[in-house]
């Protein structure tokens, strides 16, 4: 179930048999995702995100509509986010720009679901493009193969290597350095020799990625949120 919110914008409702209460997070493509038991009714949903507005606000709102973006600003590797003042309000992809129109005083903009459309769009585009070829380097590097490619946005995780051999990436991981990229390659491809995280895991990353720990606790700065 999805609702529109004047102020908290859309919210994903979802019931799960498996919940034992009502809980509220972000979702990683930013939007409010509420978890609820089957026995919950939609009215008693409605009256809780009500009475928890305040506490809402402050972080659902700190962490999303508040987030700004900049005129000049970098978004991926080719785009970037020009602002316009316009009586009209718009948000397209023009070229390599997200062109970003309406009544601004100053040069940035506050992120709303259109401009994080916008940006999903251009990440997606552009992930296809590069991760597709730097993954089928660095497969032929690491002496592995894989079966398919798939790329994904509503997750928490850079990526993931399932058992049958199909990687996962996050189209987020163009919001980063490309160093940091292939560090999150050369992990996923590892998981082809060793599923688990053990030592020999770890041995192998590093023989792809000597600075692996290095890699590693710099990715920690950075968020898949979109």
Known sequence: MKLQDDELGEIVIRKNASSSSVRFSLSPDGRLRVSAPMYVSDRKIMRLIETSRSELRKTFLEHRDLQVLKD?????????IVVIRSR?????????????AGDYDHQEVGINQEIRDAIKTVLKEEAKVY??????????????????LRFSHASSRWGSCSSNGTISLNISLMKLPDQLI???LVHELSHRKHMDHSQSFWDEVKKHDPN?????KALKMFSPFL
């Open 131 to 148: 991760l597709t070829k730097r993954l089928r380097i660095l497969a032929n590097t690491c002496g592995v193969s894989y079966e398919a």
């Open 88 to 100: 009209v309000s718009r948000v397209e992809i023009v070229k390599n720009s997200i062109v970003v």
């Open 182 to 184: 292939d560090y999150v």
């Open 212 to 216: 692996y720990k290095k890699h590693r």
């Open 72 to 80: 000049g600003q970098k978004i991926g590797k080719h785009h970037t």
